[in-house]
């Protein structure tokens, strides 16, 4: 499996855990087994002349220039202290090995790809004919608060892949900046617990910076925030193969500007939105509760489709929304017991403000046990104009 070959490639990362769940284990303990080296042979997928092959744990920054061809042929992973530079204009090109590569920013590391329209910065397959699922995509890993674990203690959990921790006390964790950033063709699955999305974002802080980011063509989610505080806006997301947004674990930040769209046959949820972790528990006794504004979902009309999925007791407030093509625009599921989902409706916590539906067949679906009128939910019904995605989306995103 994927996780045994990583933990022999770098030789040094000892944990007791491969999945999200609190951890007390000793420290970690990294080595510098990177490796950086040209490549002058040519030829397929292991890079041509002058290429740039990225892999390992890496203990000292890494910069990346436009003028230099770049190839990932393995998980690469920046160590605490350490930050991944990314000029404006490059082009990172990954072996199309699945999840058996992707990068990583762990707790204490930072990326900084800050870019522009004209210049952004690219993660894409290395394939000839790429496609979804062709690499893991990015991960970020801060010390932001996770409800996974209990409030103020000093536990972490760890990713699905990889083991690498995250989560902690502090609401303004930096991992740095993306901006301007697409990332194609990421995203797998080893099986229904293990899997990396486009983006994985966990426990990651608000003085993080996610501003113009889209995820094209991703074998699995397409940005999934694992609690924290990040704020990002301007997201797109085109045929995303499962939920286009996913976020769990207490996630509180704002999220402003998205687009998403989705493709036939080839898709999940436009937003799948749980309060906590359900494969582990609620130790911090709260749940997810961002701010979504101004979102443009385009679905496929593909049978017994659903814009928005609200579950495990999430909260949030969804303002300027505008949703065409779905069987269901809001489905809310829960119960009377651990997943209050329809008890925050009832105490204002999860509303959905200014939402225009067009070719919806169902507006809102109450699945929660918990007794409401839609007008609870629902305020503003046929006021929502999206975002302005052909504005802010132009020249640098592809499939607009």
């Known amino acids: 499996m994927m996780k045994t070959k990583f933990i022999l490639f770098i030789g040094a990362i000892a944990f007791a855990f491969a999945s999200c769940e609190s951890d007390d284990t ?5 080595e510098d087994n990177s490796v950086t080296t040209i490549n002058n042979n040519g030829g397929g997928d292991d890079g041509g002349d002058d290429v740039v092959i990225l892999s390992g744990v890496y203990t000292s920054d890494l910069n990346l220039t436009a003028d230099q061809d770049y190839l ?44 522009n329209a004209n210049n952004p910065i690219v993660f894409t397959s290395n394939a000839s004919n790429p496609g979804s699922g062709d690499w893991g995509g990015l991960v970020l890993c801060g010390f932001a608060p996770i409800n996974s674990t209990a409030v103020g203690s000093t536990d972490t959990s760890t990713t699905e892949i ?13 991992s740095g900046i993306l901006r301007y950033v697409r990332v194609e063709y990421a995203g797998g699955a080893i099986n229904g617990n293990t899997e990396l999305n486009g983006v994985s974002i966990h426990g990651v802080g608000n003085t993080t910076v996610m501003d113009y980011v889209q995820l094209y063509f991703g074998s699995d989610d397409g940005f999934e925030f694992f609690g924290g505080t990040v704020n990002a806006s301007h997201l797109s997301v085109v045929g995303s193969e499962d939920d286009s947004i996913d976020w769990t674990e207490g996630y509180t930040g704002n999220l402003t500007d998205i687009y998403i769209e989705q493709i036939a046959g080839a898709h999940d949820k436009a937003f799948e939105c749980d309060g906590y972790n359900t494969d582990f528990s609620n130790e911090g006794g709260y749940f997810s509760a961002p701010n979504v504004t101004n979102v443009t979902i385009v679905g496929s009309g593909d049978t017994d489709d659903e814009a928005i999925r609200l579950r495990a007791g999430t909260q949030g407030i969804f303002t300027n929304v505008l949703i065409s093509d779905f069987d269901e ?50 305020s503003g019904d046929g006021n929502g104009t999206g975002t302005d995605y052909a504005t802010w989306g132009a020249g640098w995103t592809r499939g607009l």
């Open 329 to 378: 625009g809001f489905d809310l599921d829960g119960d009377m017991g651990d997943n209050p989902t329809g008890q925050g409706v009832l105490d204002d916590l999860l509303q959905a403000i200014d939402v225009t539906f067009n070719n919806v067949n169902t507006k809102v679906k109450n699945d929660t046990t918990f007794t409401f009128d839609e007008a609870d939910f629902l």
């Open 72 to 115: 990932v042929n393995g998980p690469v992973i920046m160590s605490s202290g350490t930050t991944l530079n990314i000029a404006p204009g490059t082009t990172v090109r990954v072996a199309p090995v699945g999840v058996n590569a992707y990068i990583a920013i762990t707790q204490g590391a930072k990326i900084i790809a800050d870019a």
């Open 26 to 30: 000793a420290d970690i303990i990294i």
């Open 162 to 174: 990889g083991s690498l921790s995250y989560g902690g006390n502090d609401p303004a964790d930096d």
